[in-house]
């Protein structure tokens, strides 16, 4: 059988291949592993026999851990900007506002242990992301690669956005992270017309989920001039913060969320992203809940400008209240 023809170049590259010595060939594979992960790593792998970890004992870990994990609760117990919930929405914004405005403290509240919601994967448990245009815009600036395809663009594998997402995010100086924590009420001051929200009564989620099954488990708090909610429509705390203003007397219903239109939807969640109440800002699926808005089903593009539009919302907030505190 004829040998399949190749082009001149990968002809000219075999033939210098099979030219070169057996240790060029090696040197010259060391070389590109060496310039692919490193110098240091490349030497481990070649020297298993002899390696080892550094000394350390059992209780290092331990105090390295919680001396970090209670110095951030008591760092964030004032924080200037709470977010409740790390999905989509939630990340988004927490980008937005560690970007726009690194001299505040933001706190963000995730109940799950891995944070990201449902944006791992895309609809029914596949891969691909898709965005609707004009949210490409967010995907160039967080630096997720997308193929275009004309008025949407897709992301390879969700869990590539979502993981780039949340490495910028918590890469950020000024944003904390506690995740496997829930939120279990508002902190709330009286004003004329109602109340405004002042920060979070959190727990671990485990506790929250196990109230029923021990004697009572006392919360601990955050304080915050600002509430970002995004706790989406599905799960143990789908639409917390919104469906506890109802039973606070401050909304007096939910709309409900309406079927799937995506064409409707996705302008819906974005457009009236806002202030709920004085102190809450509520973005995401969340939103839908109040407004009886159709659901988007598997695009992604709102949930990035929701959270978008909400960071510049809260950041409007939190400057006029530091202003009337001025005044």
Not at 90 to 98: D, I
Request: aromatic share 6%; net charge negative.
């Amino acid at each position: 059988m004829a040998p399949i023809a190749i082009s001149p170049t990968q002809e000219h590259a075999q033939l210098a291949v099979g030219l070169k010595k057996p240790l060029d060939v090696a040197t010259e594979a060391k070389e590109r592993v060496a310039a692919g992960i490193g110098k240091e790593l490349t030497d481990l792998m070649e020297n298993w026999d002899q390696f080892s970890f550094a000394p350390i004992r059992e209780s290092q870990v331990s105090r390295a851990m919680t001396r970090r994990y209670f110095k951030d609760l008591d760092d964030h117990a004032e924080t200037d900007i709470v977010i409740v919930g790390a999905g989509s929405c939630g990340l988004s914004a927490a980008f937005t506002l560690g970007t726009l405005r690194p001299d505040l403290k933001i706190t963000i509240i995730e109940s799950g242990v891995a944070p990201g919601g449902g944006a791992w994967l895309g609809g029914q448990l596949f891969s691909a992301m898709v965005m609707r245009k004009p949210a490409d815009a967010f995907l160039r600036a967080v630096g997720v690669p997308y193929e275009d395809e004309g008025d949407y663009v897709v992301v390879k594998h969700a869990a590539l956005f979502t993981s780039t997402l949340l490495s910028r995010v918590l890469a950020m100086d000024n944003v904390k992270m506690f995740n496997a924590t829930a939120v279990e009420d508002l902190i709330t001051r009286p004003t004329e017309d109602g109340v405004r929200v002042a920060g979070v009564v959190t727990n671990w989620t485990l506790v929250s989920l196990n109230h029923d099954t021990q004697s009572c488990m006392d919360p601990n708090t955050i304080n915050a001039n600002v509430v970002l909610s995004f706790t989406g429509h599905d799960g143990p705390f789908g639409a917390f913060s919104v469906k506890r203003l109802v039973s606070m007397k401050q909304l007096s219903e939910l709309g409900g969320m309406r079927g799937l239109d995506m064409q409707r939807a996705e302008d819906a969640i974005v457009k009236n992203t806002r202030e709920v109440v004085p102190g809450l800002v509520v973005g995401g699926m969340e939103l839908s809940e109040i407004d009886g808005a159709n659901r988007m089903g598997p695009t992604f593009g709102a949930m990035a400008l929701s959270g978008v539009r909400a960071a510049q919302v809260a950041l409007e907030v939190f400057d006029l209240r530091k202003k009337e505190n001025e005044l």
